[in-house]
């Protein structure tokens, strides 16, 4: 780990953070509801299901602006990437 000094020490965007967890709550909370409904059988569910069928197309594309946003905002994607590999 490289330690900089104080002046050159980027700070957190934290709102990035909260947005991207977020997406992937309510990623998760929408295949949990598809699981039911298609793979358990579970109708009850299918209200909440027509909703967030309208809805899943936007959390992805702000899923992916915010990744795109974080890997620009990063500072060595080839290196994360090579030991990711």
Known sequence: MILLP?????????FMDEVRGFCILCMVIYHAGYDLLYLFGQHWISPFMTVTTYLQPFFAAAFIFISGISSRLSRSNVMRGAKLF
């Open 6 to 14: 104080e002046k050159y020490s980027r700070q957190r965007i934290y």
